[in-house]
Every structure is written in structure tokens, then in C-alpha cells.
């Protein structure tokens, strides 16, 4: 299967930015918290809050929110769940909370998400902003922002490859790689 780049780093920085707008028509711009999903989505939610901040003036809570505790696939895997980053920078009662991930693929990361959120507090409202939608939802999951909307079929994979983490911003869609071992899933 050909990998094949769909978004280029001027193709994120543009999603980013009507995100962002989006967000602030939507909200205004108080009240907001934005949480990443670690890893990319961490660093999404940052951009996103700098973009804002831009726009907006002013600074956006930003933090994280580690759902790896919630997912419902803790008992089918072999080693402990490594945990990940969580930050949450305020109190968010009665806030506008927006979770951020790179790829929204079953919803099951995002239902996670909002359980640990459930934990800190009761926010107004919970929003999703997301890099890429590429379908096959399991859970009556949508988001509430959208980079890009690619299908995709259940034998390919989407790849999030941002600066801070791969040196390089594309969204590469091709053959599935398994994630302990980076191999092909088709090899």
C-alpha cells in the first residue's frame, strides 16, 4: 500500500488556525480550557492555545489529559498501561473544556478522555477539536472541530508526524504499522 502525505505543515497550520477561530466564534474567548491527549494531541493543544492567545489576547489554560487509566481495553493488553501526562492547569467548574487529539478514529481515546475529566471536576460544557477525522466510529462519538476529514479504510493507518515530537508536520495516510514494533501490519 503507497503512503500518501495529505496535509503538509502549511495544511496544519491553516487547520490550526480555523480551529481556533471556530473555537473562539463558538465560546468567545473566556472561560476555555484546552486539554491534549498525550502525545501529538498534547502538543495540538498548545498550538491551538497559542493561535487563540494571537487572536485573542490574553492566555488560554492549557494542560493535559491522560485517559489511559479509562480505556476500556486495559484487560486485553500484555504489560501495564504506560501512563502519560496529566495536567490540568485550573478548577474546570463550570468551564468550557476543550479536548484536543490528533486523530479521531473509534472515539474510544476521547470517551476515555472525558471519564478522567469526570474526575476533576464538572465543566459546562466539553468540546473536541481534532486533527484529522478519518471515520469508523465505534462509539456515538463527533467532533466539534475538524482539520480534515480523511476516509480512510479499516487496512490503512494515519500518521501524525508533528515538529516537536518527529522533526517534520505531515499527516501521512498508508499501510497500518503495529505500535510496539513500527513493522507494516500488511508485512
Known sequence: MQERVVMDETGIDRAIA??????????????IVILGVPT?????????????????????????VDATLYRDDLSFKKDAPALKKMEIPIDIDSRVVVIVDDVLFTGRTVR??????????????????????RGH?????????????????????VCVNLKEHDGVNSVVVGARRDKETGAKESE
Open 137 to 157: 466510529r465505534e462509539l456515538p462519538i463527533k467532533a466539534d472541530y475538524v482539520g480534515k476529514n480523511i476516509p480512510t479504510s479499516m487496512l490503512e493507518g
Open 112 to 133: 476515555a478522555a472525558m471519564n478522567a475529566l469526570m474526575d476533576f471536576g464538572r465543566p459546562h460544557s466539553i468540546q473536541l477539536a481534532v486533527l484529522i477525522d
Open 40 to 64: 501529538r494531541g498534547y502538543a495540538l493543544a498548545l498550538r491551538l492555545a497559542k493561535r487563540i492567545e494571537e487572536i485573542e489576547g490574553g492566555t488560554v489554560p492549557t494542560g493535559a
Open 18 to 31: 480555523r480551529i481556533a477561530h471556530e473555537i473562539l466564534e463558538r465560546n468567545g474567548g473566556s472561560h
